[in-house]
């Protein structure tokens, strides 16, 4: 069997007296301690840190925007349109090129813009 033994009460108030110098050096102050937390620091922080943040999705947005603004502008407004291009040129060129019959049965014949604007203003001043 296992024997209790009592300790007497000498034995513990002996434990407990048992003081080091460097304790008693130790002024009593009020300095935080461990478990202090410093409210007013950390409530400035937090605000100062959400007004950043805020600030920070507001700059991001804008550049966003101008950014999407200059895409769809690239891409939809200023598009070079080649295969529309081509084809006006080549309409351009066949009007441009000179005389050419429309019909011969009715002798109508094609002639550049500039010229048939030359010969109608010639026919009309005339008269």
């Known amino acids: 069997m296992t024997e209790i033994t009592e300790e007497t009460p000498e034995q513990d108030a002996n ?16 300095a935080p301690m461990y478990d202090d937390m410093n409210t007013p620091m950390i409530a400035l922080v937090g605000f100062v840190s959400a007004v950043v943040t805020f ?32 084809i006006l040129s080549a309409q351009k060129a066949k009007l441009n090129d000179g005389y050419s019959w429309v019909n011969k049965e009715t002798k109508t014949i094609g002639m550049p813009i500039e010229q048939a604007m030359k010969v109608v203003a010639d026919k009309y001043e005339s008269n």
């Open 15 to 30: 434990d407990a007296v048992v003081e080091t110098p460097e304790a008693e050096a130790q002024p009593v102050s009020d």
């Open 55 to 86: 600030i920070s999705i507001i700059g991001l947005q804008a550049a966003y925007l101008q950014f999407e603004k200059q895409q769809y502008e690239d891409k939809v407004v200023n598009v070079k349109l080649e295969v529309e291009d081509s």
